[in-house]
């Protein structure tokens, strides 16, 4: 399309004759007349962006996107491929759900309002903490407002944060930066096999911590065994402790609270997305006695005026919009939409799914590694523990050469060591399974 | 316009029962696949067949108000329509990529993500963008960590930041939460940046100015030049908030306003949809001095192909990943549909509809020449009860009570989207909302799925969980 044909935006209704109606009617005799910009800053070039038809768009985003290989991933460290069933897509993309925002006037917003409240109800169960916010942007921007919550509590005094030293590199890059604004300092502390040693994390603490951090399911994949230790451990110095987790694991896993978690975390997009790049939803629940505190946005039930039970945004003098400087965050739009589809994925699961799945997590890592076990050249897990999703094995070959080699073969998985390589087996088809298991044991050698 | 909003009415206590109160079931986790002592004993959700959940989010839906619903003009919020072909192109399965796939895999989504940075560039006259940011307050809070950590690296210790009194919200906690002190500054009586209170503002500690142009207002900092030079001259750097760039595209450009760095709400001026509070995104744009400290990683050209580099003093991250794939791939979707006409048509449009709705309605506009949106004052009504109002007449109604310089604010940007017969129905509906009396106002709305919901009790006896309405 040649820019003489351009009828301007294809989304504004108006014609010519409109056009010129509505300038009349305001009185000047052009749209540039409108726009009261000094001539020294007003822009009179092009930013040279052709415009293209519908189809011609669709092409041309295609065909960028036909640039991706077609791999079959065996990939997770913290993003996770569950299936998605159709119903949430058609269901979540209702445009009165997609096109909404924020919550405003709760009297024409009771749909969401309730979809969000029902989300947060889930993830009280789930957690077994009283207050779970309607979502932050990721798990590493939620454990980064988690930190920074620890500094908001009079119950916590000291300005260190104790992280596991196998913590994914993005997540803790994200969190220094959290952390930096009010003066935390983020320290590690070891893992032993893959989970906490609880010795040496207890040797780390003293009386300057104010959060202790731990992940369950580990990034590793490993099922932690003495969580209600760690929680015990930070209690005594009057610590927070933050557990990073996700709804699958915790459908199975010991509930947070239980193992004396003061503040969960993670990524819910485990649910009702699927693999979208690392596109996320952050989950935050903590303890009631918090509740002032908590960052982001909170539905809450109300009542109106036929006293009926209705739902609204609520306990808003936290938000920005209100308290600016002084806000528990800064955060304004969130991932509403992706909660409402992890939402609409729980409640399609309902508690035998959600639970089936989650232990579909352990038996097919469980298999899988043990099926890699055979492979000469191979050893796995190199953690001796129980694992959720996925695992590491040892490889003689160097990671990065079977990494490459794999991806060669059309497969792909993550190289974290030297000789370590990481294996996430989530709804992967069988057929899938042996063509990898048999590419794995061709490289491998 | 006559409006109804569907309203399911399950009893005198409550309307569309919650999944919990349809159909919850326990369930045990003994006997699985782990020892008992690492899992939970048993799980207790809702548990409906895959009828009866659609039918309760198509219910739920019935009761929501989306931009696809009518007439949105929310202030500051550019509620546009979202074309539906740049969902099509987000389900796409070539975009389902894993973050952790090596990149000579991922060329396509490298590709479209440089391809967006290069436009974002041009669009707002930056040198470099950093698509990480997830929505437009993690763009503020990325934006100023780059300047600070540029101060940093030319060994200053600056420990302000200033912004003006009617700004968003969001500035006053992202500089908080790099750690800053803000200094708020107040408006001059046209309600623009006042250059005395700049000058007697900024000094030594001044790290930035955070701007909105348009302001809140609507309205163009004419002096944007000379506000550039005292911060400048101060040592400080410029900070453009995007929420309002869909006012000036093709027509002015941060970059050559003298802004430093800057964020682009992409669900705002790039049409993807709100969902309902998010995703967004919020990608950033810098010069090349700020270039160095920009977010890790950013999408480079590299032979034949694409690469992520990180930039040599970055600020580290602020997403996990690489921010929000899905909005940032309908975002380009959109901006490489419109090209460089549709996008400056956007902006005419936005800001004749804004004109044309203010010159049809009753309220005052104390304020002007204003652009996309305007700032009505509902007078003697209040701004609130307006609004409640406005809800029965079929339209969401403004932003209210802010910016506070406007008493009674109604704060409305109809956007490009609008045809002129809407906001001919818009009008009428401000215009009879003006003329009704304080009791009308008081018990609207009548016609939404819910009634005057009852905030402050809510707040008072917070109930945030299904688990807690039983207490």
Redesign the interface.
Known sequence: MSEDDSRGTPYAPHTAATTAAMLDAVGVDSEAALFDIPESVAFDADFDIPERSERETRSHVEEILGRNDDLTAFLGRGHYDHYVPSVVDDLAGRSEFLTSYTQYQPEIAQGFLQALFEYQSMLVELTGLGVANCSMYDAATALGEAATLSQRLRSVSGDRVLVPDLLRAGKRAVLDNYAGGPGLTVETYPTADGNVDLDALRGALDDDVAMVYAENPTVRGTIEEGLAAVGDAADAHDALFCLGTDPVAMALLEPPASVGADVVVGDASSLGTGTAYGFGLGLFVTREAYLRQVPGRLVGAAEDDSGRRAYTLTLQTREQHIRRERATSNICTNQAWVALRAAMHAAWLGPDGLVDLAESCVTRARDLAARIDEISGVRAPVHDRHHFREFVAHTDQPAEAIRADLAEEGYAVHAVGDHEIQICATETTERAVDGFVDALAEVAR | MNYA?ARW?DD?????P???EKSS???S?ED????D????DS??????S?PE??R??????????????GP?P?GS?T?????S?T???A??P?????????T??????L??LY?LQD?LG??G?MDAVSLQP?????G??AGI?VAKAYHEHNGEDRSEVLIPESA???N????????YD?VSLAGDDDGRVDLDALEAAVGEETAALMLTNPNTLG??E?D??AIAAIVHDAGGLLYYDGANLNA?L????PG??GFDVMHY?V?KTF?T????????A?PIGVTDDLAPFLP?PRVAESRGGYEYVDPDRS?????????????L?KA??Y????????????S??A???A??LA??IDYEIPFG?F?HEFVASAGEQDAADV??RM?DYGV??P?TK?PEIVPEALMTEPT?????R?LDQLAAAFDAVAGESDETLA?A?ES????????V???RE????????DE
Not at chain 2, 37 to 40: A, F, P
Not at chain 2, 134 to 138: F, I, T, V
Request: aromatic residues 8%; contains cysteine; proline residues 7%.
């Open positions: 909003q009415t005198d206590d409550r309307y569309e919650l999944l919990s079931e326990t369930v986790t699985g696949p782990l020892p002592d690492l899992t939970r799980l207790t959700l809702p548990d409906v895959e959940l659609a309760h989010y198509t219910r739920l839906s019935q009761t929501n108000y989306g931009v696809e619903s949105f929310l919020c509620m546009k329509y979202n074309p072909f969902e099509d192109l389900a796409s070539d975009a389902a990529v894993h973050p952790d796939q090596p000579e895999t991922t060329q396509g989504t590709e479209l391809r436009y041009r669009i006259g997830p929505a437009g307050a993690a503020e809070f960590l968003h919200g969001t006053f906690a992202s500089a908080a939460m790099a750690g803000v309205l163009f004419r944007i030049e000036l093709g027509r002015a450009r050559d306003m709400n669900h049409a949809p709100h969902g309902g509070g998010g995703p967004g919020g890790a600020i580290g991250k602020v997403h996990g990943f690489y921010g929000n794939w899905p909005v791939l380009y979707a901006i490489a549909r419109l090209g460089d006409a549709g996008l400056a048509d956007a005419a449009k800001v004749l509809n004109n044309y010159e049809q020449p652009h609004a409640k809800l969401h109604p932003t802010w490009e989207a609008e045809s002129r809407t018990s709305p939404t799925a819910a009634r005057r919901i009852d905030q009790r809510a707040a917070p109930r945030l969980s299904w688990q807690s309405l």
